[in-house]
């Protein structure tokens, strides 16, 4: 997937942010410190990325202060974290979406959820803590920001030592270049000195959202004790446990914390959403468009001319205009298959209920060797 970076206003500054994927929106919360540009040429975690953009869509952002968003930051507290996500979202229009947040992203996350629980459909928190001030002793927390704040460079491998605990140097390299692009040593120590003060404990009980908390069994950075005491003060939260001692969540097993996450949305957010419906004959050709089959495949496998199956895509009522360019024609073509990707994720009901049965054999002559299932949200026809 391609990057594409864009600027939003908010209070304390524009934030650069990126969006990518499909289908309902998911916001993910960067940790103390993000870059956007460098992060995206991370394999990892790129790969974690885009395996959520298979389903959702996916905005990520750097704070103020931080990586491509205005550097010239002022107020460092909760508050105004909270202004800059209410005003990303306004930004792009956005309604109700799933919440992902990371480190001090979590307990933004989740004061956010607990003061809008009518715009949050799911809050995932990954690594996180009810206080920040139990992250370390006071005077070992005093001694990391004078560092930081002295000699970025050496508190840059030092703070990389206690996220990256017996990584190898190339990995505790390439983080130790993300901390230093990401930001200065002043507004690092800021940031960490910000993630020390914020206390989520009062906003936690009163969550009413679904809410995934994920957390590393060894790691060292954030205490796993600490996630755990975390979910168990969130009404009906689930704790999911990753192995591993690296603190980013796409650092050690991204694919396995991806999963986890999809899962948990899919069983979660169980219900069609208002004025999102499809027939059964229309969920029999959305779950074939999620293995990757094309409209002529889909005809074979439904006994049905292509032309029938070129008409459910067609006679949709779409925001792209309908005009007769070969683009526009792709374009709701895509906007379609999103649309049923999504409702098959979330309809309670089976394709193939109806007398209409599709069989797996059919399914799978169909689908091939092809491999054609990682791109069901590319294209049809």
Not at 140 to 153: E, K, N, P, Q
Not at 171 to 178: A, C, I, K, S, Y
Not at 202 to 228: K, N
Not at 256 to 270: E, R, S, T
Request: aromatic letters at 6%.
């Amino acid at each position: 997937m391609k990057q594409v970076v864009r600027f939003a206003a908010t209070p304390h500054g524009r934030v650069a942010y990126s969006v990518v994927g499909s289908g309902p929106p998911l916001v993910f919360l960067p940790g103390w410190v993000s870059h956007l540009g460098v992060l995206w040429q991370v394999v990892t975690h790129r790969r974690f990325v885009e395996t959520l953009a298979r389903r959702y869509t996916v905005v990520r952002f750097d704070k103020p202060g931080c990586g491509l968003s205005d550097r010239g930051r002022q107020v460092f507290s909760l508050d105004s974290e909270l202004e800059v996500l209410g005003a990303l979202v306004g930004h792009l229009g956005l309604r109700r979406y799933v919440l992902l947040g990371s480190c001090d992203g979590g307990q933004v996350a989740a004061a956010f959820a607990a003061r809008n629980p009518d715009a949050v459909s799911a809050l995932l928190i990954y690594g996180s803590c009810a206080r920040g001030y139990d992250l370390a002793p006071q005077e070992v927390r005093r001694s990391v920001l004078s560092l930081v704040r002295a000699h970025w460079g050496l508190g840059s491998r030092v703070l990389a030592d206690i996220w990256f605990p017996h990584a190898s140097a190339d990995v505790v390299t390439d983080f130790v270049r993300l901390q230093r692009a990401a930001a200065t040593a002043d507004t690092a120590a800021d940031l960490l000195e910000m993630f020390y003060g914020i206390e989520v404990e009062s906003e936690l009980p009163q969550i009413r959202v679904p809410t995934l908390v994920l957390h590393r069994r060894g790691g060292r950075a954030v205490r796993f004790e600490l996630g755990r005491e975390l979910a168990a003060l969130i009404p009906g939260a689930q704790l999911a446990t990753l192995e591993g001692r690296l603190q980013p969540i796409y650092a050690e097993g991204g694919d396995i914390a991806a999963a986890a996450i999809l899962a948990f949305l899919h069983d979660q957010i169980g219900r069609v959403p208002i004025g999102v419906t499809l027939t059964d004959r229309e969920m029999q050709v959305a779950a074939l468009i999620a293995e990757g089959l094309t409209n002529a495949e889909i005809a074979r496998v439904l006994g049905v001319s292509a032309r029938t199956v070129d008409a459910y895509v067609e006679c949709q009522d779409l925001t792209v205009a309908h005009t007769s360019t070969e683009q526009d024609a792709r374009e709701r073509r895509e906007l379609w298959t999103i649309r049923c990707f999504t409702v098959l994720c979330l309809d309670p009901r089976k394709p193939g209920t109806s007398t209409h049965t599709t069989s797996e054999g059919d399914r799978r002559q169909a689908v091939g060797q092809s491999k054609l299932s990682r791109q069901s949200l590319q294209r049809i026809g």
